[in-house]
């Protein structure tokens, strides 16, 4: 008896170990292998630079110059900024990659100390998509601009924060409508945690490789930000400083999300 009480300890160890085994082949060949979470080795990783451009009516806008808007009035850009947040990838398995947590675009072509790019390293493999969240993202939004140095994208040099009530601002647009009789000021600098817009994604199929760069141009279409989910009116309703004009706010951050191409 107590023989066969030895075997069938014998047979459970055996048995556990065999099933351990097994959990630990299925988890070492999950998914394809390129981005395995729980694998305790280095992750291989190549750089990314996203770069923006802006068009307008299917050609590149510049700034400063007069374009037609609905055949009703003149109107040009001067300045676009804005903030993204979680900037990554998704690669073909579905996975989310986040290369870059907070970044601030300055488009304009004054720009000193930022640009129209971001750059950012990602694990190697093969991605289907660019994915950001437009604005800043709550943990970084209650942060105190003094916590960061000069050349940190929150930091207050950037002039892109309100209160520690309103905290930062995420987009900034600004020009010039012209009518026949006048000449009129538009300006969108919208903000606050209800403008907070996730998961923008735009369709890119890249190759990450390790230590190589790839260069990806994505296309700001000002024709979806002036005109997509609500026609935004320049002349008579284009100030807005998000509290003081909240509808105004929330239609330009509704085309914005939707502007990238």
């Known amino acids: 008896m107590k023989k066969n009480r030895v075997n069938f300890k014998k047979y459970l160890l055996l048995l556990t170990s065999v099933v351990v085994m097994a959990g630990l082949s299925f988890s070492c060949n999950d998914d394809d292998g390129d981005d395995n979470d729980n694998n305790p080795q280095p992750v291989e990783k190549g750089q990314v630079t996203v770069n923006f451009d802006i068009e307008y009516n299917d050609a590149p806008m510049n700034f400063d110059e007069k374009y037609d808007y609905n055949n009703e009035y003149e109107f040009n850009l001067t300045k676009l900024q804005f903030y993204l947040s979680d900037v990554g990838g998704i690669n073909q398995s579905g996975k989310i990659k986040v290369g870059k947590d907070i970044e601030f675009i300055d488009m304009s072509p004054y720009a000193t100390r930022y640009d ?146």
Do not use: C
């Open 116 to 261: 129209d790019k971001v750059t950012f390293d990602l694990p190697v493999g093969t991605y289907t998509q660019v994915r950001f969240d437009q604005g800043v993202k709550d943990e970084l939004n209650s942060a105190d601009p003094a916590d960061y140095g000069p050349e940190h994208p929150l930091h207050n040099s950037n002039t892109m924060y309100w209160t520690w009530k309103t905290m930062y601002i995420f987009q900034k647009a600004e020009g010039f409508a012209y009518t026949q009789n006048d000449t009129v000021s538009w300006l969108y600098h919208t903000g606050t945690t209800d403008l907070y817009r996730e998961g923008v994604e735009v369709d890119r199929s890249f190759d990450v490789k390790k230590g190589e760069n790839t260069d990806i141009t994505i296309t700001i279409n000002f024709n979806k930000v002036l005109n997509s989910n609500a026609e935004l009116d320049l002349v008579d309703d284009g100030q807005s400083h998000t509290m003081d004009n909240m509808p105004a706010a929330t239609d330009f951050v509704n085309n914005f999300e939707i502007a990238f191409e």
